[in-house]
T-cell receptor, first 116, second 113 residues
Framework: ETGVTQTPRHLVMGMTNKKSLKCEQH?????MYWYKQSAKKPLELMFV???????ENNSVPSRFSPECPNSSHLFLHLHTLQPEDSALYLC???????????????FGPGTRLTVT | TQLLEQSPQFLSIQEGENLTVYCNSS?????LQWYRQEPGEGPVLLVT?????EVKKLKRLTFQFGDARKDSSLHITAAQPGDTGLYLC?????????????FGKGTLLTVNP
């Protein structure tokens, strides 16, 4: 596997279900991100992990719970979601270096989530 | 909150035509990135521009960063069907734990054969 992988690629879940999205990066990066992409809206940054520590929680509802067990893996745990949470969830990684200002993002293919 | 406005929102052209898409903001960014996203895939980085007034070329694609680092443009020469996709710009501010990346809504480009 190369780059950033995400599983599953598609997920349909009911509002009472609990599911998890998985992301793995094979690039040796030290930062990972969760984004939400909805129709007619800009990409929304949800969570940032630098060196496995969460450094950003962009006012995301508690029904989304991230987990970063190591620098290569990132999870997004989902429970009691709402239909408006249906979207493409993208994972990304980057290499954060002191003294540089550009953190280029490498994205996975995304998980298309539908909440019924 | 830094907002990035991209225009046009949709663009449909014939193969061989030239086009320019724009990314504008009232905020200053330390750098700006352009991505292309194809259906069913995540965005792929095309270029990063850092210096005001900078111009970068990637084959038939020319990227320009405004002098004040508030806006950018992407010009495609002799567009091909393979250029079809959603073009996203993203502005960076801060660094380290204060790093933020703000995306525009994108320009959806369709190049017809």
């Amino acid at each position: 596997e190369t780059g950033v992988t995400q599983t599953p690629r598609h997920l349909v879940m009911g509002m009472t279900n609990k599911k998890s999205l998985k992301c793995e990066q094979h690039l040796g990066h030290n930062a990972m991100y969760w984004y939400k992409q909805s129709a007619k809206k800009p990409l929304e940054l949800m969570f940032v992990y630098n060196f496995k520590e969460q450094t950003e929680n962009n006012s995301v509802p508690s029904r989304f719970s991230p987990e970063c067990p190591n620098s290569s893996h990132l999870f997004l745990h989902l429970h009691t979601l709402q239909p408006e949470d249906s979207a493409l969830y993208l994972c990304a990684s980057s290499q954060v270096q002191v003294g540089t200002s550009s953190y280029e993002q490498y994205f996975g293919p995304g998980t298309r989530l539908t909440v019924t | 909150t830094q907002l990035l406005e991209q225009s046009p929102q949709f663009l449909s052209i014939q193969e061989g035509e030239n086009l320019t898409v724009y990314c504008n903001s009232s905020s200053v960014f330390s750098s700006l990135q352009w991505y292309r996203q194809e259906p069913g895939e995540g965005p792929v980085l095309l270029v990063t521009v850092v210096t005001g007034g900078e111009v970068k070329k990637l084959k038939r694609l020319t990227f320009q960063f405004g002098d004040a680092r508030k806006d950018s443009s992407l010009h495609i020469t002799a567009a091909q069907p393979g250029d079809t996709g959603l073009y996203l710009c993203a502005g960076e501010v801060g660094g380290g734990s204060n790093y933020k990346l703000t995306f525009g809504k994108g320009t959806l480009l369709t190049v017809n054969p």
